[in-house]
T-cell receptor, first 110, second 113 residues
Framework: GIQVEQSPPDLILQEGANSTLRCNFS?????LQWFHQNPWGQLINLFY?????KQNGRLSATTVATERYSLLYISSSQTTDSGVYFC????????????WGLGTSLAVNP | ETGVTQSPTHLIKTRGQQVTLRCSSQ?????VSWYQQALGQGPQFIFQ???????GRGNFPPRFSGLQFPNYSSELNVNALELDDSALYLC????????????FGPGTRLTVL
């Protein structure tokens, strides 16, 4: 099945800084998603981005499907951006089953 | 707020016991997916229910079972609890079976002693 790897595993930023999170996947995908899990465990779907670029406020994501990676950009970071960012892709042969990376743990300091 | 609720919030059980976790899906959603998230890991897909039928399953043993009710709420049952079952259990509701429209509940933290 597909493997999903994220980097870096941990990131510490000063408020206002920008950052880029990376997600590599081992096989071609027709569905790539980014999620944010806040420190209390709530998961929020950020982007559904099988290819191309999308933006939502200070966040944007780009997926280059042919090269099997996706990037999540966070600009002008805020303390509320803290938490874990996950990317997930469907397991080959079963689009209902998402395979998740281990996440990037982000801490934004005031 | 995603409109998806889970109960209980926290639960402590001992090895060998059985547990039932509950999930109320967002209004209008007919699909519920369950995930197990161990500490420091990403969520692992357990199974999905669509219109009261199991519609896909991950690599979990049969002692993990579920139900979906006519109002599309769902239960996750785990029998013969093991220490490794300690985790955050998340449910996600969606309209249809594709994963891109999932909304997650706050989770149930299960501790097995």
């Amino acid at each position: 099945g597909i493997q999903v790897e994220q980097s870096p595993p941990d990131l510490i930023l000063q408020e206002g800084a920008n950052s880029t999170l990376r997600c590599n996947f081992s096989d071609s995908v027709n569905n790539l998603q980014w999620f944010h899990q806040n420190p209390w465990g709530q998961l929020i779907n950020l982007f559904y981005i099988p290819s191309g670029t999308k933006q939502n406020g200070r966040l944007s994501a780009t997926t280059v499907a042919t090269e099997r990676y996706s990037l999540l950009y966070i600009s002008s970071s805020q303390t509320t951006d803290s938490g874990v960012y996950f990317c997930a892709a469907p397991w080959t042969g079963n689009n209902r089953k998402l395979i998740w990376g281990l996440g990037t743990s982000l801490a934004v300091n005031p | 707020e995603t409109g998806v609720t889970q109960s209980p919030t926290h639960l402590i059980k001992t090895r060998g016991q059985q547990v039932t976790l509950r999930c109320s899906s967002q209004s209008g959603h007919n699909t519920v997916s369950w995930y197990q998230q161990a500490l420091g890991q990403g969520p692992q897909f357990i199974f999905q229910y669509y219109r009261e039928e199991e519609n896909g399953r991950g690599n979990f043993p049969p002692r993990f079972s579920g139900l979906q009710f006519p109002n599309y709420s769902s239960e996750l049952n785990v029998n013969a609890l093991e220490l490794d079952d300690s985790a955050l259990y998340l449910c996600a509701s969606s309209l249809g079976t594709q994963q891109n429209t999932q909304y997650f509940g706050p989770g149930t933290r299960l501790t097995v002693l």
